[in-house]
């Protein structure tokens, strides 16, 4: 029998999936629930031709250079591709995949549902109730803020980004973006606004939302100046990364009620959170989410065999970043 291409997995995926690669590949994969730590992945015999790691996994330099020889493939699990050194990857010769499109719907409506549920202090609300401390509704208590018909200021107008605009009109809510690029189709389809600069969005939306990938030049984009440059009464809505906010000086920004409040499903320092967002009761904090559904992991890991596929057939992989 002609030998199957080897390829490395650092965690289990949906089991069709993980049915149809054992069939077409030699499959190294945890047998549990827990990923594969790095000195596992450095156990990794020669002869491997793909490593997927998804977006929960670093993939510095330095662990570029230690994969074995053999491998010519990074086919990652998930769109965002910050947790993996891209240069350090090309200059190795590995091509790079991610899994766009799949996970644009779940993200978008993870972003909605966190604005929804922030304007209305949903789990702050929630939370009295199965506390017990529930004493009725009255006419001037538990009040939130009014979402539909607000502004909403989008920060990327990517997938996900135009995702989110599509959702917002459901609202009634004007949109204006800023991106690095502008877009006068989404304009007149979408009635989207331009902003010339962040500053501009800021100072316009009451409740801004962030889109864009992890860069060097994204990387706190949100700080301290950010957050003083939007309204008192607006809110921060996160389901890009983590880092694209100066956590420790949101928390501030919380509590003296520099904004109103926040939805987040990322954190700057995963799985931890900066010390006093956890006790801000207005914020809603997800576990980084966005993607976890059925139908959505399932087509993530479809995705990759797609991109492994084609790329030990000698073909483009559809998905290709580097
Ligand atoms: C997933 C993500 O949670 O795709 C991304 O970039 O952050 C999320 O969709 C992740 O890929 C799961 O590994």
């Not at 947790?83 to 499109?101: F, K, W």
């Not at 939805?263 to 799985?271: I, T």
């Not at 065999?305 to 000698?314: M, R, V």
Request: overall charge negative; some cysteine; hydrophobic content about 45%.
């Amino acid at each position: 029998m002609e030998s199957r291409p080897q390829i490395l997995l650092t965690r289990r995926w949906a089991k069709p999936v993980m049915k149809a690669l054992n069939e077409s590949y030699e499959v190294t994969a945890p047998t549990g629930d827990v990923p594969f730590a790095r000195t596992e992945i450095l156990k990794a015999q020669d002869g491997i031709e793909a490593f997927c790691p998804t977006a929960f996994d670093p993939v510095p330099a330095d662990l570029i250079a230690a994969l074995p020889e053999s491998v010519r493939l990074i086919a990652s699990f998930g769109v965002g591709i910050d947790h993996i050194d891209l240069d350090a990857a090309a200059r190795r010769g590995l091509a790079v995949t991610n899994t766009p499109d799949v996970l644009t719907d779940d993200t978008a409506d993870t972003a909605i549902g966190l604005m929804l549920a922030t304007c209305r202090r949903f789990w702050e609300r929630e939370k009295t109730l199965r506390d017990g401390l529930w004493a009725g509704p009255t006419p001037g208590g538990a009040l939130g803020t009014k979402m539909t018909g607000k502004t909403l200021g989008i920060v990327g107008l990517g997938r996900i980004g135009h995702a989110v605009a599509r959702r917002a009109r459901a609202f009634d809510m004007p949109v204006v973006y800023y991106s690095r690029r502008r877009d006068p189709d989404a304009e007149v389809s979408l009635g989207l606004v331009w902003c010339e600069t962040l500053a501009e969005l800021l100072g316009r939306a009451d409740i801004v939302s962030l889109h864009c990938p992890l860069t060097e030049a994204t990387h706190h984009l949100i700080d301290r100046a950010a957050l003083a440059a939007m309204k008192s009464t607006a809110f921060l809505v996160n389901t890009g990364r983590g880092a694209l906010v100066d956590e420790a000086a949101l928390v501030e920004a919380l509590r003296d009620g520099a904004i109103a409040g926040a939805g987040l499903d990322v954190y700057e320092f995963e799985p931890r959170l900066a010390p006093g967002l956890a006790e801000l009761e207005n914020t809603t904090l997800l576990p980084h989410i966005g993607s976890a559904t059925r139908e959505t992991r399932e087509a993530m890991a479809w995705r990759v065999k797609e991109n492994l596929d084609a790329y030990l057939a000698g073909q483009e992989p559809k998905d290709r970043v580097v």
